[in-house]
């Protein structure tokens, strides 16, 4: 997030929408597949340990920057995917004689 505070101590009210950027060197990595660009989210609260909550569409219950966070990464360092027309082209060329 860019629009300043810390972690936990985020310039936000209930319902306002965030957004959350991935790894930086996701699409080198991923190219266009999956989800980890980065997470929008909204704000709904605090948890009993003063943490600010998001929810959204990427998660099952409500979550916090930390979760977010840690979930991008993990996207991140997810094996990356086969670019699927290379592998096609590349199946087709060996068919040619």
């Not at 959204?56 to 993990?74: C, H, K, M, P």
Request: aromatic share 12%; with cysteine; hydrophobic share 35%.
């Amino acid at each position: 997030m860019n629009d300043g505070g810390m972690p936990n101590q985020r310039p936000l009210e209930v319902g306002d929408s965030c957004y959350f950027e991935g790894v930086h060197y996701y699409q080198e990595r991923h190219g266009n597949f999956g989800n980890g660009w980065g997470a929008s989210v909204i704000y709904i609260g605090k948890n009993e340990k003063g943490e600010q909550l998001y929810i959204g569409f990427d998660f099952d219950t409500a979550v916090t920057e930390d979760q977010i966070n840690q979930a991008l990464i993990d996207l991140y360092l997810m094996p990356p995917r086969i670019n699927v027309t290379e592998e096609i082209l590349k199946r087709f060329r060996r068919l040619r004689i």
